[in-house]
């Protein structure tokens, strides 16, 4: 709660420099929205992804993503993320041992000794495609793909991008709906998985540069490529904050796991907890800051 109410502060600085909102900013932590870049412009993105607790001792996870991003047409644009990671994990596990999500933990690690990692991560080339305008259209529409390539992960991620302008443009209703290929090695072994995300939410601009709201998801995991073999599921809900000026923007977000996990397999089954899963998959809470600096 300590990381919570930072963020939050972070953004509360921002309210001393009112002036007008900057394209391409982004008032959700997680969700994407159907607008583009105008072409001939650029926007830097710095996120912070923070992932915390399990059940028991500690567990930091840390994702860092920093962004170019180009509009090329009205209707596409790029960008290219360098992603890193830094990660604390201390007997965090149902067992008192030490693992957790992205750990990676070599096969010769003592269990019950602190872990961490600490490492430049991949690199990912996103692409998004608009097919119509939120702010001319009934409802935009957008394509998303993103390859990611790095020396021990892979994926390959598709997004559908819906989002829905109410009052003016003043309230956004956006659902994404995703799924990626995963291709990652866990110590001497890989891992092959599918992956389906459904996120929606709202932000409501409430005064000049300042918007609120909220974000769901429910993500679900899959045994190898494909959808025959499901694993597990897990919800997740939180509020965002967002504050904009024509310079530059920052977002704060924060969702926690639902009591709704459910999990398909024994070796999922056995790291459900109070009905939230935990194990190698997931946390208690997770936290967004992004700063976006358009040019």
Do not use: C
């Amino acid at each position: 709660m300590k990381l919570a109410k930072s963020l939050v502060a972070v953004a509360a600085l921002a309210g001393a420099f009112s002036q007008p909102a900057a394209a391409g900013e982004s008032p959700f932590g997680w969700i994407y929205t159907a607008d583009v870049q105008p072409p001939g412009t650029r926007q830097f993105q710095q996120w912070v992804d923070v992932q915390t607790k399990q059940t028991l001792g500690d567990y930091t996870n840390v994702r860092l993503r920093s962004e170019m991003e180009f509009g090329i047409t009205s209707k596409y644009q790029t960008g290219i993320y360098l992603n890193s990671r830094y990660i604390n994990a201390y007997q965090n596990q149902m067992d008192g041992t030490t693992a957790g999500p992205n750990t990676d933990i070599p096969d010769n690690f003592d269990p019950t000794s602190r872990y961490k990692l600490s490492r430049f991560e991949s690199v990912s080339w996103e692409n998004v495609y608009q097919i119509s305008n939120p702010l001319v259209d009934p409802i935009g529409l957008a394509l998303y793909v993103e390859p990611t390539w790095g020396p021990r992960n892979k994926e390959l991620e598709f997004k559908l991008i819906l989002q829905k302008n109410f009052f003016d443009d003043r309230l956004i209703w956006a659902t994404n709906l995703v799924t990626a290929l995963e291709n990652n090695k866990r110590g001497s072994r890989v891992e092959k998985a599918t992956e389906v995300d459904f996120l929606t939410g709202l932000s409501y601009r409430f005064t000049n540069n300042w918007s609120a709201g909220f974000e769901a998801r429910n993500h679900r995991e899959f045994t190898g490529y494909g959808y025959g073999v499901a694993n597990h599921s897990a919800w997740f809900l939180g509020p965002n904050l967002h504050y904009a000026t024509k310079n530059w923007w920052v977002t704060v977000a924060w969702r926690q796991q639902l009591p709704l996990a459910s999990g398909f397999q024994d070796d999922q089954k056995a790291v459900i907890s109070n009905s939230r899963i935990y194990g190698d998959e997931h946390t208690r809470n997770q936290f967004m800051l992004k700063v976006g600096v358009p040019f």
